[in-house]
């Protein structure tokens, strides 16, 4: 599995921005309620970077070489990693969408515009402890002439 590359997490952010912004527009033209997150979505952005960061941590030390693990919970943990990124790019996408609908009309109602830039702060945490994560979880790089070195006889 290649590691996450940026220009996914950037597509998937706009793409959130885009329907983010959209679909509170559409929303206020036919007179319904916004679309706006809740604190509590924030909070566990928060909490779910938290308990991905302590996954990934015994698999950095068995990348390292220090401690065995099972390779197959190693294998979920960087999968959990990379899906968290894409999906927390596209959450912050689409926070982001919905602050520059709340910031752009006449009267910016405070309490919407507040939950939701604590969302889009979130969704970034989540982003970034996710690479993290993926690279705890990554072998180091292995030098190919100690290995011939290793396998030739003296």
Do not use: N
């Not at 290649?2 to 793409?15: D, G, I, S």
């Not at 968290?84 to 009267?107: D, E, K, W």
Request: hydrophobic fraction near 60%.
């Amino acid at each position: 599995m290649t590691r996450t590359r940026p220009l996914p997490l950037l597509l998937l952010a706009v793409l959130g921005l885009v329907l983010g912004f959209l679909l509170d527009t559409a929303l206020a033209a036919q007179g319904l309620p916004v679309v706006v997150p809740p604190l509590s979505l924030a909070l566990a952005l928060v909490l779910i970077a938290a308990v991905l960061l302590l996954l990934a941590w015994p698999v950095r030390g068995a990348a390292r070489g220090e401690t065995r693990i099972d390779p197959f919970y190693a294998t979920r943990v960087v999968v959990l990693a990379k899906a968290s990124a894409l999906s927390a790019a596209l959450l912050a996408g689409g926070a982001a969408g919905i602050l520059t609908y709340l910031l752009s009309r006449a009267v910016v109602p405070l309490g919407s515009t507040l939950t939701t830039g604590a969302t889009l702060v979130a969704a970034v945490i989540l982003v970034v402890v996710a690479l993290v994560a993926e690279h705890l979880c990554s072998l180091p790089p292995q030098d190919d002439e100690l290995d011939e070195a290793a396998a030739s006889p003296p």
